[in-house]
């Protein structure tokens, strides 16, 4: 699917303006691939049309993070997927809104436990993290670095 929405408005990177877009998951089949793909394609657009420098491990991550909150949404939640891309200051968030409105909640550590790391894994490497009901469901929200490589390796441009 296209995304609902794409361009600029409120607060955010490049001063009084933030860079988003919305992208409407159908839940089933391949949204998750899909919701990587979309995700690794806007931070292609945020370096290439707005010169702000994203790090390889920033992608990565963002791709890991979405993965995670698009397969939970799609394993415990009936119907459609939101998913909202957007960059505020020098990160990127990640929120994943589904219908269901029971919240997540990570578990325990135990290394025996076979599956069920997914919460933990995106928890443990991301800069900020929220889960809100909403009138119709949850919103699940990772707010990503965008030049977070401990390489200090860069793969888009920094801003003049």
Same mark, same amino acid.
């Given at each position: 699917m296209e995304p609902l929405t794409s361009g600029t408005g409120g607060e955010g990177a490049t001063g009084a303006e933030s860079?988003?877009? #919305?992208?409407?998951?159908?839940?089933? /089949?391949?949204?998750?691939?899909?919701?990587?793909?979309?995700?690794?394609?806007?931070?292609?657009? +945020?370096?290439?049309?707005?010169?702000?420098?994203?790090?390889?491990?920033?992608?990565?991550?963002?791709?890991?993070?979405?993965?995670?909150?698009? #397969?939970?949404?799609?394993?415990?939640?009936?119907?459609?997927?939101?998913?909202?891309?957007?960059?505020?200051? /020098?990160?990127?968030?990640?929120?994943?809104?589904?219908?269901?409105?029971?919240?997540?909640?990570?578990?325990?550590?135990?290394?025996?436990?076979?599956?069920?790391? /997914?919460?933990?894994?995106?928890?443990?490497?991301?800069?900020?993290?929220?889960?809100?009901?909403?009138?119709? /469901?949850?919103? +699940?929200?990772?707010?990503?670095?965008?030049?977070?490589?401990?390489?200090?390796?860069? #793969?888009?441009?920094?801003?003049?």
């Amino acid at each position: 699917m296209e995304p609902l929405t794409s361009g600029t408005g409120g607060e955010g990177a490049t001063g009084a303006e933030s860079i988003q877009e #919305t992208v409407p998951l159908d839940g089933q /089949g391949p949204c998750i691939a899909e919701a990587r793909r979309h995700a690794a394609g806007f931070l292609a657009r +945020v370096q290439g049309e707005f010169g702000l420098p994203v790090s390889a491990r920033a992608l990565d991550v963002t791709r890991l993070v979405v993965s995670e909150l698009v #397969t939970n949404a799609r394993k415990y939640a009936p119907g459609p997927v939101l998913m909202e891309l957007r960059i505020v200051g /020098g990160l990127v968030e990640v929120a994943v809104w589904d219908s269901e409105p029971v919240l997540p909640v990570a578990r325990a550590a135990d290394p025996g436990r076979v599956g069920q790391h /997914g919460l933990e894994i995106v928890m443990a490497v991301v800069q900020g993290f929220e889960v809100r009901r909403e009138p119709v /469901g949850k919103r +699940v929200t990772a707010r990503i670095a965008l030049t977070d490589d401990p390489d200090g390796k860069l #793969t888009g441009r920094i801003p003049v």
